[in-house]
């Protein structure tokens, strides 16, 4: 890999990690993802921006083998993706400070044990001359840590914008030319780590509206020419408005939910509602993440096993009420042989939902005519509350 210039004394230094399966051990990642690291030279000093995963600790140090010294490390994000290569760097560049906030200090010492004396902090707003090179320092804590950061670089107008903005897909170069890729990527990220601090991610749009943007650079996948389309996107995300769409995550072991599901799904599309359905001995988990972003239902559908919910439905139960998503509505549908808890355990999962219940059908055995008119009942009912609020 070689280092990509950005403009004249920037570039991209990171790594592609074209092979990544998975992001925190959950959430599939079809097309791998990168670390984004960037290189800035001022008239007197330069500054690394981020490092890069542990696993390619070789490839930052390989990109910067033509860097004699590096005065600083900005540090945006403790997590190990952006900083776990700091050890390495820190060895190699012994002149080398670190900058970051007062949080961000305490968790790299905790999660990588850094030398306190390697560590300058800084203030929100606070500036950093590098010489004919100004970073300016926006805190954009709650991002998903509350330790994040971003900076400003104004001569450019480049914003390095951490995980804000940040998308998981890998390919050779800056700027990629599809942009619903490359949107429906970083909604994917968004979805799955950012969804549940909207309303603070809601207050950082706010305030990045101000600075005269005209590149974002952020910490994973490629970089954006028209900030617009992509704070556009975000804007919408964590606004508080919801699609006509009811998401279905459901298991089944021997037809029966299944049967209740289909049945659902397509009262629900005679009434021009957009149905997600989700069968969860297979799907990814982060195509369920994005549909979570603004679908305004969801019903859980289980059969009973083992005295309860499926294990993969309470999985995913346990995931949608972590994430806080905006939902309004919600409902539970199964089958059952002889008793059980299922509904009461799904229902003890979804605590955190601002959703209203709209109940629960429960069917004994494989579904009769009597057990699908009450489906039809509840495809009716919420298509009524999505016409209520406004919502069809
Ligand atoms: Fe890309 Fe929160 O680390």
Not at 44 to 55: E, G, H, M, Q
Not at 284 to 296: E, F, H, K, N, Q
Not at 322 to 327: D, M, Y
Not at 350 to 357: D, M, P, R, T
Request: aromatic share 8%; charged share 25%; with cysteine.
């Amino acid at each position: 890999m070689e280092p990509r210039k950005i403009t004249e004394g920037v570039f991209w230094v990171g790594a592609v990690d074209w092979d990544r399966k998975l992001f925190d051990s959950l959430i599939p990642l079809p097309d791998g993802t990168s670390y984004n690291a960037y290189l800035i030279k001022g008239s007197d000093k330069t500054a690394l921006l981020d490092t890069v995963d542990p696993s390619k600790t070789e490839t930052l140090l390989s990109n910067l083998r033509g860097v004699e010294r590096i005065d600083y490390i900005v540090v945006h994000h403790a997590e190990q993706d952006h900083s776990g290569s700091l050890p390495a760097v820190l060895e190699k560049y012994g002149e080398a400070k670190i900058v970051c906030n007062q949080k961000c200090k305490e968790f790299l010492i905790d999660l990588l044990h850094l030398p306190e004396n390697r560590i300058v902090t800084v203030a929100d707003g606070e500036v950093l001359d590098l010489g004919g090179k100004t970073l300016e320092f926006i805190f954009t804590p709650w991002v998903h840590w509350p330790e994040t950061t971003s900076t400003f670089l104004r001569e450019d107008g480049i914003l390095f914008s951490c995980d804000l903005f940040g998308s998981h897909l890998s390919f050779p170069g800056l700027y990629y030319d599809d942009e619903k890729k490359v949107c429906d990527a970083s909604k994917r990220y968004y979805a799955e780590v950012m969804m549940p601090f909207r309303s603070t991610i809601k207050k950082h749009l706010e305030r990045l509206s101000g600075f005269d943007i005209k590149t974002i650079a952020p910490s994973h996948g490629p970089l954006y020419k028209d900030p617009f389309c992509i704070m556009d996107s975000h804007r919408d995300w964590v606004s508080d408005r919801v699609s006509n769409t009811v998401l279905i995550p459901y298991a089944t072991m021997h037809g029966s939910t299944e049967l209740m599901v289909e049945h659902l799904a397509g009262g629900l599309y005679e009434r021009g509602i957009k149905v997600e359905r989700f069968n969860l001995a297979y799907a990814d988990t982060g195509r369920i993440t994005m549909a979570l972003v603004d679908a305004a239902t969801v019903v859980f559908g289980s059969p009973t096993v083992l005295g309860g919910a499926h294990p993969h439905v309470i999985s995913a139960a346990f995931l949608i009420n972590a994430l806080r998503p905006k939902l309004r509505y919600s409902a539970i549908i199964g089958s059952l042989g002889w008793g059980g808890k299922m509904a009461e355990q799904v229902s003890a999962n979804i605590g955190n939902l601002k959703a209203e219940s709209l109940g629960t059908v429960l069917v004994k055995g494989r579904p009769r005519p009597d057990d699908l008119r009450k489906i039809d009942e509840l495809a009716g009912l919420i298509a009524s509350k999505h016409k209520e609020s406004g919502i069809i």
